[in-house]
């Protein structure tokens, strides 16, 4: 059964960091591109980044660009994602999501989210 | 940026056909994925690549294309069909991401 399980959300004050991760499990994880998607409180989905299961590709939305870094540990079964410089408007539930194994643009299993708050 | 254009809402009675639509300039070269999200939960793919079903989404759910619209059809709508409703595909390049608004189901 494949899971992802996401933690490090919480509150943080504007222009602070966090760092999310995501431990994955069921499922050969570096065979899969993976994505970062968020959810503003009562709003819809927002896709914050994705990564190639090498590595070897990154993208953000622009939103997040120069502020998110997103990275993963093949071995370790782990995504993560380094949040700096965070703004009120970045508090949202964020999503790790896992890529179609034949369209990595695609996403076919999402974890349960974690909450992150940015606020003085 | 690219965006997707879903319906806000949409409304239908028990059994009728729901449609949800989706629109966007480069749906003819990307394939788009539908998802659906009650509330409290985390999005759940009920159709990929444009119109095929995972294994354990009921039949009823299926997807279709047409040029730069996409179409979430559910036949026979059932009262645990109401949900959030999300188109999401790539921009041309394949390499951004991007949902549509999301569109409310609701079930009369």
């Known amino acids: 059964e494949v899971q992802l399980v996401e933690s490090g959300g919480g509150l943080v004050k504007p222009g602070g960091s966090l760092r999310l991760s995501c431990a994955a499990s069921?499922?050969?994880?570096?065979?899969?591109?993976m994505n970062w998607v968020r959810q503003a409180p009562g709003k819809g989905l927002e896709w914050v980044s994705s990564?190639?299961?090498?590595?070897?590709?990154?993208y953000y939305a622009d939103s997040v660009k120069g502020r998110f870094t997103i990275s993963r540990d093949n071995a370790k079964n782990s995504l993560y994602l380094q949040m700096n410089s965070l703004r009120a408007e970045d508090t949202a539930v964020y999503y790790c999501?896992?890529?179609?194994?034949?369209?990595?643009?695609?996403?076919?299993?999402w974890g349960q989210g974690t909450l992150v708050t940015v606020s003085s | 940026s690219y965006e997707l254009t879903q319906p806000p809402s949409v409304s239908v009675s028990p059994g009728q056909t729901a449609r949800i639509t989706c629109s966007g300039d480069?749906?003819?070269?990307?394939?788009a994925y539908w998802y659906q999200q009650k509330p409290g939960q985390a999005p759940v793919l009920v159709i990929y690549?444009?119109?095929e079903r995972p294994s354990g989404i009921p039949e009823r759910f299926s997807g279709s294309s047409s040029g730069t619209t996409v179409t979430l059809t559910i036949s026979g709508v059932q009262a645990e069909d109401e949900a959030d409703y999300y188109c999401?595909?790539?921009?041309?390049?394949?390499?951004?991401?991007?949902f549509g608004g999301g569109t409310k189901l609701t079930v009369l």
């Open positions: 999401q595909s790539a921009d041309s390049s394949g390499t951004i991401g991007v």
């Open positions: 480069a749906l003819p070269k990307q394939y």
């Open positions: 069921g499922f050969t994880f570096s065979s899969y591109s």
């Open positions: 690549k444009d119109s």
């Open positions: 999501a896992r890529g179609c194994l034949h369209d990595s643009s695609g996403i076919d299993y």
């Open positions: 990564i190639s299961s090498s590595s070897s590709y990154i």
